[in-house]
């Protein structure tokens, strides 16, 4: 809030600037769903409301499909990626070799994502060759399709590529918690199960919580590696951008981009305003506990 | 019961890397008993109340808790509990629910979790705040609901590591006094750390200075006080005057001490030390005189003459410091009285005086 000689109107304007800068982010997807709500879709001359186009975004089988395979993607990204994410955040507090365990897990960020995407596609066509071939000596066939391109291979791609946001997500909530009372719960009796998820768990679960949404948001992102290691047009982003690329977008699509929009924003608005009340929180304690202890 | 050995460990060392935290420990507390350990900082008190915990694993030597070997035991298997400096109360539960989760834990069934822990809260003077959460209490208080979270487990030994070094001097006093008396009423064995010399006087029944990671002497507070054996004991503390110097003859329990300028005897205490070997003796500040040259002294007495140097008030006492011929500083402390004395010149020559009985000799 500032102190309190500070103008009233400068903190408003101040406010005011960060609305505005938002909004114009947010235009296009404004326009989105705008063009959504027309029953003459994009570009058209005369608007007319309709929910028609929300209506069809569930007779549209290739949509709703690609929605169900990205979901299915996401589902398993954030089931693997989210717990490794939290025991390399525990390595990371635990380890003496910081700088060495940072770079391994944030490397991925530094791999562009075509780059990242091809080396692997060249990975698994070598490894269904090589599979192709020993199946071919051993003169068995069961296992030579184990690393064909499909939700494997794409998962691998999205696993690496979200795990280091994931990491620094869960480490920066974990950075605040205080290891002595893991120490604690144990003399109490707890077992280092029972103390991280009594004790631990509770007081890092909105970073937690964000990398879960982090997960979901990358992987519904993510064309490159996905396009390039799932091969078929069949998730979300990979419909729409080739519908883009060729005939132009179905006003399903449109529809449904702003259907993606409202979840994202929804989730993405409660995890920012759960966080800022969970750290206005802590900053309370922190204060209370900064305050000098007095007799009594 | 009493007779019990809670606590026994032998040969205890613990290494971080090169770095020797504690090395070929000997130590044995009684059942019952409040143990203080007492040292400087880095001496080690920590990793050896860290190691009787089990929060970290011996690099060798044994861990006996009432006779059981624990060493390979991790804290949850082990018959202690123990409270910490400050900052481990769980932020996210309230004071009953704290107290309680050990409670709960073992399952017990809700309604006796209830009592047990309304009584704690009445032993530890929180009765009316067992809805509060932590970030609401003040130190003292946060500090009582982490003994009442131990003491309600009723283990047999609990663990305090500088349980009031994060308190203002006066609550610490009181909390000392509470505490002692909160372990005469549970009568389970407390072993606490602390640096401060009134704190451990205060609460200890015993007590083991640890510096360097060694254990350099257990006893008494009042025998680590009036009777130290080592030198390191004996400086360390209170205010205590420490003079080296070589034997010079041993004779029937007394032992001749030159240093340099002058002679001392002082009673062997039971140590044979062989003439030549390098001793300290010591005397407590509060024992030595300072006299005007001239002045005649008791027979028992022993003098040093000295250059006065000057007077430091401290409220309760006040320390006069005088220079001996070789240089060192001699301090004398007294009660401050209120009275006006006649005041002594700096630089103006002095007897120092103390009685021979009191000296102590220090091989080591
Ligand atoms: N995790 C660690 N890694 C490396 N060295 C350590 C570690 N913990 C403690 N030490 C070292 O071991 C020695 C003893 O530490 P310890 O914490 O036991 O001292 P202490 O007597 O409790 O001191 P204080 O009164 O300051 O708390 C110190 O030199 C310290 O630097
Ligand atoms: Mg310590």
């Known amino acids: ?296 | 019961m009493s007779q019990d050995i809670a606590v026994q460990v032998t040969d205890l060392s613990k290494n971080y890397g090169p770095v020797q935290a504690l090395r070929g420990v000997d130590l044995s507390i009684a059942a019952g008993e409040y143990f203080v350990l007492l040292g400087p900082s880095g001496g080690g008190k920590t990793t050896l109340l860290r190691l009787l915990g089990g929060f970290i694993r011996p690099s060798a030597g044994r861990i006996l808790l009432h006779g059981i070997d624990v060493s390979e035991q991790p804290p949850n298997h082990r018959p202690t509990s123990m409270v910490f400096q400050s900052f481990a109360l769980f932020p996210h539960m309230n004071v009953a629910q704290n107290i309680g989760y050990g409670l709960r834990l073992r399952k017990l069934p809700k309604v006796e979790i209830d009592e047990r822990v309304a009584a704690m809260l009445d032993l530890v003077g929180l009765g009316d705040l067992a809805d509060r959460m932590p970030h609401a209490l003040s130190g003292g208080q946060q500090q009582r609901v982490q003994l009442g979270r131990s003491l309600v487990l009723e283990t047999d030994i609990l663990l305090l590591d500088e349980p009031l070094a994060a308190l203002d001097a006066k609550l610490r006093k009181d909390m000392c006094l509470e505490l002692k008396h909160l372990q005469e009423q549970v009568g389970i064995t407390f072993v606490h750390v602390t640096h401060n010399q009134e704190e451990a006087m205060t609460v200890a029944d015993n007590m083991a200075i640890i510096a360097d990671g060694e254990l350099v002497e257990t006893g008494t507070a009042r025998d680590l006080y009036e009777n130290p054996r080592r030198r390191f004991t004996a400086d360390f503390i209170g205010e205590t005057n420490i003079f080296d110097g070589t034997v010079t003859g041993v004779n029937n329990g007394e032992v001749a001490v030159d240093l340099g300028f002058a002679a001392l005897t002082v009673d062997d205490n039971g140590q044979c030390p062989n003439v030549g070997t390098e001793v300290s003796v010591s005397i407590r500040s509060e024992l030595v005189q300072i006299l005007r040259s001239g002045i005649a002294v008791a027979a028992d007495q022993q003098t040093l003459t000295a250059n006065y140097g000057e007077a430091v008030y401290l409220g309760l006492a006040t320390s006069h410091v005088a220079a001996l011929p070789n240089g060192q500083a001699v301090v004398a402390r007294h009660v401050s009285t209120g009275l006006a004395l006649d005041v002594i010149a700096p630089g103006s020559s002095v007897e120092l005086a103390w009685p021979r009985s009191m000296m102590r000799l220090h091989l080591s």
């Not at chain 1, 609305?19 to 879709?41: A, D, E, K, R």
């Open chain 1, 1 to 296: 809030m500032g102190d309190d000689y500070s103008s009233v109107w400068s903190y408003r304007l101040k406010w005011l600037y960060t609305l505005l800068v938002v909004f114009t982010l947010m235009l296009p997807v404004f326009y989105v769903i705008y063009v959504s709500f027309n029953q003459n879709g994009f570009g058209a001359a005369e608007y007319v409301f309709t929910f028609e186009w929300y209506g069809e975004i569930f007779s549209d089988l290739l949509l709703l499909g690609a929605l169900g395979n990205t979901f299915i993607l996401a589902g398993i990204t954030l089931a693997v990626a989210v717990p490794m994410g939290l025991i390399a955040a525990k390595f990371y507090k635990a380890t003496e070799a910081k700088l060495l365990t940072v770079s391994l897990l944030l490397s991925p960020l530094f791999v562009p994502a075509d780059i990242l995407g091809s080396a692997l596609l060249v990975f698994f066509k070598n490894l269904n060759i090589a599979c192709a071939t020993i199946g071919e000596w051993l003169g068995v066939s069961w296992f030579d399709t184990w690393f064909e391109l499909g939700y494997f291979s794409a998962l691998v791609g999205l696993i690496i590529y979200t795990l280091p946001y994931i990491f620094v997500v869960i480490l920066i909530t974990m950075g605040r918690y205080n290891e002595q009372q893991t120490e604690a719960a144990r003399s109490c009796g707890a077992t280092a199960w029972q103390a991280f998820v009594q004790v631990e768990f509770p007081q890092i679960r909105a970073g937690v919580f964000s990398a879960c949404a982090f997960a979901v948001i990358l992987t519904f992102n993510e064309y490159t590696r996905t396009s390039l290691l799932k091969g078929g047009y069949d998730t979300i982003t990979s419909v729409l951008i080739s519908q883009m690329l060729n005939e132009g977008m179905s006003e399903q699509s449109y529809a449904m981009s702003s259907l993606i929009s409202f979840i994202a924003i929804a989730l993405i608005g409660s995890i920012i305003l759960y966080t800022l009340v969970q750290s206005e929180r802590l900053e309370r304690e922190a204060r209370a506990k900064a305050e000098p202890v007095m007799s009594g």
